[in-house]
C-alpha cells in the first residue's frame, strides 16, 4: 500500500497513501472520544502467505497457456491445478478458497482447452450478477483465444445481438435468470449449442442459499434433463468463497456427486482486519433527554467519515453497505465532506447498488477500473468476483451476515498482493455489538454452511411446471427432481389442472409459460419514474416496495432525493419528484400469525420448542417522519396498502405463566419481555446459519391464540421456508445462548439497538424489557435439554461451525 494510483492526482495537501498500520493510526487517532475510549475494539493480523506454483499440466492446450502467460501468469497455483485436473477427467468439482485465489483461471484451463481441441465445443457460464458476467467476458476478450467469440446474454444484451450470439458464441456468460426465463424454455434455438455443451461453471456458488439457491437447484436440474434430451452430459465447475460444507452444497445445488478443492496455494499480502464500535453520543442537555439511554453514533455517519479520511490520506477505498439507501447516503455524505476540504474531490466518490440503469452500472464500473474513481459506496452487488484493481482498503458497514461474505469484503483490497486494511464498523445491532467483542466469533473460525432446500414445496411445485413446460416429465425424470417429494409434487399439480397426465407422461396445461420469480421478490420490480419528465431512474423489487416507494416516502438516488408523489401497485410504478427534505421516512407495519402444523417440538415441561408451518400476513400502516440529525418524530402518517400473505416455516418457544412468575417476570411485564427477547433473538440468528435479520421475521405476544400461553416466534421471510427455522430449532441451545449473553452483557439499562431495539420494529419498539428479556431466556434455557433437537455440538458457538 504505498504506490500512487495512475491518473489520479494526490488531493491537495493530502498525505502520500499510507500503509494500513498508519492509516489505522490516523482513523483511531481522530475517533477517539473526548474520554479517551479507543473505537477499536480489536486488531487482528492476518499474516502474508506464499504461493506454490505448479507446473502446466501435459494436456493444457499450448494456445491457452500461451494466452495466459501472456496475461503474466507463468505458472499455476496448486489449487488451480488441481481443479482443473479434476474438471479434466470429468468429475464435479467446487473449488472453495479465497478472494483473490485465481479461481478464473482453474475453470479457463479446462474449458478453453476443450474448446480448442474442439471447435465445436461449448462453455456455459452462470454467474449471479451482470458485473461479475461483464468483468469474466472482459478478461475472456483479453486472453484473446481464437475460435472461443465469448458473450454476455443477460437482460442487458441487445435483442439485435442475441440470435448471433445463439448461433456463434461457444462460451456464453449468462446467470440463473435468464437461464431460467430465456434460455431454457427456448432450448429448441439453442440445440446447437446444448448438444455440444462441455462444461457448466457455476461462479460464486455460495450465494445461491436459501430460497433463491432452492430455485436454482432446480434450474440447474432442468438444464441437466434439457441437456441430456440433445445428447450431452456436461461437467460442472463451481467456483466459492470458502464454505463450511462446499462438496456437500454443491451437490444439493447441482444434484450431482462434487468433490471439492480447498486448500489455497495462492500467495497472499497481510491484512490488519479492525472491528470498530462508533462512539456513544454525547448526552442531551435538557433533563428529560438525559434520563433516555445514550444511544451510539450510526454507523453509516462513521463510515462517511472513515471514507472521507480514507481517501484524503491517498488511499483507494471500498466501503461496502447493507442497504440502498445506506450505500446512497455514505456517498453522498463522503462527497460533501471531500468538497469542504478540496473542492472538486467529491466528485471521485460514487454510490453502486442494484436498481440502477444498465448504463449508469458500466459507467460506474469503467471509472473504477480506470481509476477515475477514488472510493466508492456499494451494496454487496460488488462483493463477488469483480477484479477491483488497486484497492487498498475495505470498509464494511455492518456486518453482512455471514462469515463467508464478511471475509469476500475484506478481500476486495489488497488484490495485488501488497497489504491491506479491512475495517468492520459495527451497526447499532445486538449481533454487531457482539461480534466486536467476541472477536472469536469471527476469526479463526470456519464459515458458515450453505444453507438450501429444494423439496421446499412452493419451489419444487413451480419448478416442475417449469420442466413440464419445457418436455413433458416423466417418472425418470422425478428421480432427478427428488424422488418422492417430486411425485408428491406432481400428484397435486395434476388433482389441482396445473398438469395433465399422459402416457408419456406429464403436460404443462396452460398456454403461457409458468410466472416464477427465483429471487422471492415477490414480482415484478417497481419502476421509479420521474413525474415531471417520465425519466426512469431505477427499480425497487417488490418485496422492498411498500416500506421504500409508499406515498410520501423519501427516495434516494444516486445523491438526490425524491419525494414519491404516488405508488401504483398495479402498473409497478412508483412517481416522484425531487426534493430536499429535512427529514426522512421511516414505514411501520403489523403482523399477525397462525401456527399451521407442528413438524417436530420439544416438550420440556413449562417450556416448549416447536418447529412448524405458519401463516403470516403483514401490512404496512403508516410511517414516520424523522428530522435529518436529530431523529425526532414529526409525524406519523397512515397509509393504505394491501396486505401481504406468508406461508413459511417457524420456530417458536413457550413458557408456562407460572414459569414467568417463579423467574421473576410479573404479568404487566411479560410483553415488554417477550418482545426484547424476540428483537435480540432474530438479530442473533444469523451467527448460527446463513441469512441477514431482514431474510427473517418475528411476533411476541403473552398469549397467542394457538399456543394458548406467552410465545416467540422467528420465521422464515420466505414463502415456504428458507431453512434458517430449521437451523434455529436444530441448535437452539446455542443461539439463546449467545442471545441471553448479547443482551446481558450490553452496558445499557433499559435498552438500546445494540441489544434489545430492532430498525424493523413495526411497533416502534414499544414495549420493551430488557432484564424481563434476561429473565425469560435464562427460564427457556434451563429448561431446555443441551441439544433440543439432536444436532448441536459443542459450546455456544460451536453450532453455528458444523
Known amino acids: 500500500m504505498t504506490t500512487t494510483v495512475p491518473g489520479i492526482p494526490a488531493a491537495r495537501g493530502a498525505s502520500a497513501t499510507l500503509g494500513p498500520a498508519e492509516l489505522l493510526h490516523r482513523l483511531r487517532a481522530r475517533s477517539a472520544d473526548p474520554a479517551g475510549i479507543s473505537p477499536v475494539k480489536h486488531v487482528e493480523q492476518v499474516p502474508a502467505r506464499p504461493g506454490r506454483p505448479v507446473p502446466w499440466p501435459d494436456w493444457a492446450a499450448p494456445p491457452v497457456v500461451a494466452a495466459l502467460a501472456g496475461r503474466g501468469i507463468v505458472e499455476p497455483w496448486e489449487h488451480q491445478v488441481s481443479a482443473a485436473e479434476l474438471a479434466r477427467a470429468g468429475s464435479h468439482v467446487v473449488l472453495a478458497t479465497g478472494t483473490a485465489s485465481g479461481k478464473s483461471m482453474a475453470y479457463q484451463l479446462p474449458a478453453l482447452t476443450a474448446l480448442v481441441e474442439d471447435p465445436r465445443a461449448t462453455v456455459l457460464y452462470l454467474s449471479p450478477t451482470k458485473a461479475l458476467a461483464a468483468d469474466q467476458l472482459r478478461a475472456l476478450v483479453r486472453l484473446g483465444v481464437d475460435g472461443v467469440r465469448p458473450a454476455t446474454y443477460d437482460g442487458d444484451t441487445p435483442r439485435e445481438e442475441r440470435e448471433w450470439i445463439r448461433q456463434h458464441s461457444r462460451f456464453v456468460l449468462t446467470n440463473p435468470d435468464m437461464l431460467h426465463h430465456a434460455l ?476 414467568l412468575a417463579r423467574s421473576g417476570v410479573e404479568p404487566p411485564d411479560v410483553p415488554g419481555a417477550l418482545h426484547a427477547a424476540e428483537h435480540a433473538a432474530i438479530g442473533l440468528l444469523p451467527l448460527m446459519a446463513t441469512c441477514d435479520r431482514w431474510d427473517i421475521g418475528g411476533l411476541s405476544t403473552a398469549n397467542h391464540q394457538d399456543t394458548e400461553a406467552p410465545t416467540v416466534f422467528v420465521y422464515d421471510g420466505h414463502p415456504g421456508g428458507a431453512g434458517f427455522a430449521e437451523r434455529a430449532y436444530g441448535t437452539a441451545a446455542a443461539w439463546l445462548r449467545a442471545t441471553r449473553e448479547a443482551i446481558s452483557s450490553c452496558g445499557c439499562e433499559t435498552g438500546c439497538p445494540s441489544c434489545v431495539q430492532s430498525p424493523k420494529c413495526g411497533n416502534g419498539n414499544n414495549p420493551l424489557d430488557k432484564r424481563g428479556a434476561v429473565k425469560v431466556l435464562d427460564a427457556v434455557l434451563a429448561a431446555l435439554p443441551t441439544h433440543p433437537a439432536g444436532t448441536e455440538t459443542g459450546p455456544a458457538l460451536a453450532a453455528a461451525d458444523a
Open 184 to 659: 431454457l424454455p427456448g432450448h429448441a434455438r439453442w440445440g446447437a449449442f446444448l448438444r455440444r455443451l462441455r462444461y457448466v461453471v457455476i461462479d460464486e456458488c455460495h450465494t445461491y442459499r436459501g430460497v433463491f439457491g432452492s430455485h436454482v437447484a432446480h434450474v440447474l436440474r432442468r438444464l441437466r434433463r434439457v441437456a441430456a434430451r440433445y445428447g450431452s452430459e456436461p461437467t460442472f465447475i463451481l467456483a466459492s468463497a470458502t464454505s463450511g460444507d462446499p462438496a456437500e452444497a454443491a451437490g444439493r445445488l447441482t444434484g450431482l456427486p462434487v468433490r471439492a478443492v480447498t486448500e489455497d496455494a495462492s500467495p497472499r499480502g497481510a491484512t490488519t482486519f479492525a472491528l470498530w464500535e462508533p462512539p456513544l453520543l454525547p448526552p442531551e442537555l435538557d433533563d428529560l433527554a438525559a434520563e433516555l439511554p445514550r444511544v451510539r453514533r450510526s454507523a453509516l455517519s462513521e463510515t462517511a467519515d472513515l471514507l472521507t479520511d480514507a481517501v484524503v490520506a491517498g488511499t483507494r477505498t471500498l466501503a461496502f453497505v447493507r442497504s440502498r439507501r445506506g450505500a446512497e447516503v455514505v456517498a453522498t455524505m463522503t462527497r460533501r465532506a471531500l468538497d469542504e476540504a478540496v473542492p472538486g474531490l467529491g466528485a471521485r466518490v460514487a454510490a453502486y447498488r442494484a436498481g440502477y440503469l444498465k448504463e449508469d452500472r458500466r459507467a460506474i464500473e469503467r471509472a473504477l477500473l480506470t481509476g477515475d474513481l477514488l472510493a466508492l459506496a456499494s451494496t454487496n452487488a460488488l462483493e463477488l468476483g469483480v477484479d477491483l484493481v488497486g484497492l487498498d482498503a475495505v470498509l464494511i458497514c455492518g456486518y453482512p451476515g455471514t462469515r463467508a461474505s464478511l471475509w469476500q469484503q475484506a478481500g476486495r483490497a489488497g488484490r495485488a498482493g501488497g497489504e491491506a486494511l479491512a475495517v468492520l464498523v459495527a451497526r447499532d445491532d445486538p449481533l454487531d455489538t457482539y461480534l466486536v467483542h467476541h472477536p472469536e466469533a469471527l476469526f479463526g473460525r470456519p464459515v458458515e454452511a450453505t444453507v438450501l432446500d429444494p423439496t421446499n414445496p412452493y419451489v419444487l411445485g413451480p419448478q416442475l411446471c417449469c420442466a413440464a413446460a419445457e418436455a413433458p416429465l416423466t417418472k425418470t425424470d422425478l428421480d432427478l427432481f427428488g424422488g418422492a417429494p417430486a411425485l408428491a409434487a406432481v400428484q397435486a399439480l395434476t388433482e389441482s389442472g396445473a398438469l395433465r397426465r399422459r402416457p408419456s407422461g406429464w403436460y404443462w396445461t396452460h398456454r403461457g409459460r409458468p410466472d416464477v420469480d427465483l429471487r422471492g421478490t415477490g414480482g415484478a420490480p417497481v419502476s421509479v419514474v420521474e413525474s415531471a419528465t417520465g425519466r426512469l431512474l431505477g427499480t425497487v423489487d417488490q418485496g422492498s416496495s411498500h416500506a421504500m416507494l409508499h406515498t410520501g416516502a423519501v427516495y434516494l438516488h444516486q445523491g438526490v432525493s425524491y419525494l414519491v408523489d404516488n405508488l401504483d401497485l398495479a402498473d409497478a410504478v412508483a412517481l416522484v419528484h425531487a426534493a430536499e427534505p429535512d427529514w426522512s421516512t421511516h414505514a411501520r407495519d403489523v403482523t399477525d400469525l397462525s401456527v399451521v402444523s407442528i413438524r417436530e417440538y420439544v416438550d420440556a415441561g413449562p417450556v416448549g420448542l416447536f418447529l412448524g408451518e405458519v401463516d403470516v400476513t403483514n401490512q404496512v400502516v403508516s410511517y414516520q417522519r424523522r428530522r435529518i440529525g436529530s431523529g425526532e418524530v414529526i409525524d406519523t402518517r397512515p397509509l393504505d396498502l394491501p396486505p401481504r400473505e406468508l406461508r413459511t416455516v417457524a420456530v417458536w418457544f413457550t413458557l408456562s405463566p407460572n414459569l
